[in-house]
């Protein structure tokens, strides 16, 4: 009996495997960061989980990082998710690109929008980069005064790690003083139910 026929599976559209495709990914990206034109944040969202996809199976997609973040001047919620992850994954292995991810989050951390404000404030804080904590204390001060409810939420959690990484820099910024009166002064259910979480290192915090 003969052998079975072998079939012959082509990669996944949305896995490309090796560098051509991501030479590739790089120049559409390239071609659609400031376009305008109907339909471009669809065709970034594609791109995006292809870049997304070729992170998560291993392969090196950090030389598309300038054209990602080009990509992501845009109010798209989707997109500032997953270049957000993308420049998280890659500023905590690559020195070079861990200054550029934390001056794109800052930036995103003044957005008018207050969820896009939110997401990369909690992104910021997220990062794992050595020496980071100088470039937290600003963001985190703006954010506990935010004016929206989920941006001092995601503020004040903020400060909780500010805390793990350096007590002295929380200390210095008066974040225990600010964070005490939000406690006891912020009517949002949102952050209420969210600081829950976090009540009783909360509480030990605004002791000091």
Known sequence: MAPPAQTHRSPSPSQPSGKGEVSDLK???RQLAGSRAPGTDDAKRELFKKVISC????IDVS???????MCSA??????KKMCYLYVGNYAKHNPDLA???INFLQRDCKDEDPMIRGLALRSLCSLRVTNLVEYLVGPLGSGLKDSNGYVRTVASIGVLKLYHISASTCMDADFPATL???MLNDRDAQMDLENKEFEEEESQLITY
Request: without cysteine; hydrophobic residues 55%.
């Open 180 to 182: 005490k009166h939000l």
């Open 99 to 101: 200054l550029l991810t």
């Open 27 to 29: 120049m559409q990206l």
């Open 74 to 79: 845009t109010s798209d919620i989707v997109l």
């Open 63 to 69: 030389s598309v990082f300038s054209e990602m973040v």
């Open 55 to 58: 992170m998560t199976i291993g």
